[in-house]
Structures are given as structure tokens and as C-alpha cells.
């Protein structure tokens, strides 16, 4: 896009270097291993079923830069920033380091911890898990079948509950406007 379009725009990851990760003694850092577990191609396959039936429809959405939606726990690490990155403030110092709060993508711990994160957000507004499929969710008052796939959320059911679906989903985690899946 030209200069001066109200679309053009620059896009930009800010990533844990995981290949690099020391602990205080400069060895190999140890994390607790909190992988994720992403829905199954059954769950993927069901959900799209349940949006053929008649009167349902399936929709899907991206959560927005999902891992640093949610707090890093366990093990404490501490970054440094590209100096890019820092704070004018922190031009008289050599290579400072800042503690990482937030689970940014890289990190050995991220998707964990934001699997968590969505998950105790999803069943405080009635998703329930559904027993042997990870990342997948019942609503039983809406009827609606939820299946989250790291960051992209896919939802089937009765075209009229989506408006009040998508948003128990979106009061704790941002989302990306949902679209049908066709």
C-alpha cells in the first residue's frame, strides 16, 4: 500500500529465542513442560458435521496474538529486549534484562499457559469440555459445540446463537470478528 492509505500497516512478532534460553548458571534453562494439547481432526470433523445440520451453521475466529492474553507462571524468566524495543530510559545501562510477565509465543511454556488461560475462561461461561477430546466444548444451553485449535476458535450450531456465543467467548479473550465457514 502507498504511503498514506489508511490500510497500509506493518505487522511484527516479538518472540521468545527458545534455541537460547540459559538459566542463572548459563546451562540450559529446564521449564516445567506445559505443552499444549490442540483439538484432534475428529473434533475439527465433527464440529463442521453439526454445522451441516439443518438450522445450524458453523462460524470461526482468530484470537488476537492469543499467548500474551494470558500470565506466565512457574519458572521465572527474565529477557532481554532488542534495544529497539527499550525504554529510552534504559540507554545507561549495559544489558538489562526485565522479568517476562506475559506468555510470549517461543517461550517453551506459552502454549500451556494459554491453553489454561482459555480454557478456565470457557467453562466459567458454560463450555464444557468434552470428555476425551482436548480443546473441545459443549454449551448446553446454546447448543453450540466449540472446538479451539491454539488460536483459531471454530463454533457450530442453531444460527441464532452466535451473537450471545461469540460474545461469552470474547468478555475475557479478544477475538478477531467471527465469519461463516463455508
Known amino acids: 500500500?502507498?504511503?498514506?492509505?489508511?490500510?497500509?500497516?506493518?505487522?511484527?512478532?516479538?518472540?521468545?529465542?527458545?534455541?537460547?534460553?540459559?538459566?542463572?548458571?548459563?546451562?540450559?534453562?529446564?521449564?516445567?513442560?506445559l505443552s499444549s494439547s490442540p483439538a484432534a481432526l475428529e473434533a475439527a470433523k465433527s464440529v463442521d458435521a453439526y454445522g451441516c445440520i439443518e438450522g445450524n451453521e458453523t462460524q470461526q475466529c482468530d484470537a488476537?496474538?492469543?499467548?500474551?492474553?494470558?500470565?506466565?507462571?512457574?519458572?521465572?524468566?527474565?529477557?532481554?529486549?532488542?534495544?529497539?524495543?527499550?525504554p529510552a530510559s534504559w540507554a545507561k545501562y549495559y544489558e538489562p534484562v526485565c522479568i517476562l510477565r506475559l506468555a510470549l509465543y517461543g517461550h517453551p511454556d506459552a502454549g500451556g499457559y494459554w491453553e489454561r488461560h482459555c480454557e478456565e475462561h470457557l467453562t466459567s461461561v458454560g463450555f464444557v469440555p468434552v470428555p476425551d477430546w482436548r480443546s473441545t466444548y459443549w454449551h448446553a444451553e446454546l447448543k453450540m459445540l466449540l472446538m479451539v485449535y491454539v488460536d483459531d476458535f471454530k463454533m457450530s450450531g442453531p444460527s441464532a446463537n452466535f451473537a450471545k456465543g461469540w460474545s461469552m467467548i470474547r468478555q475475557k479473550i479478544k477475538t478477531d470478528e467471527p465469519h461463516a465457514v463455508t
Open 1 to 33: 500500500m502507498p504511503e498514506g492509505d489508511p490500510d497500509r500497516k506493518f505487522k511484527g512478532r516479538c518472540v521468545v529465542q527458545g534455541n537460547d534460553v540459559k538459566d542463572e548458571n548459563s546451562h540450559a534453562a529446564i521449564f516445567q513442560e
Open 64 to 86: 488476537q496474538q492469543a499467548y500474551v492474553q494470558s500470565e506466565l507462571g512457574g519458572t521465572e524468566t527474565w529477557i532481554s529486549l532488542p534495544k529497539i524495543l527499550r
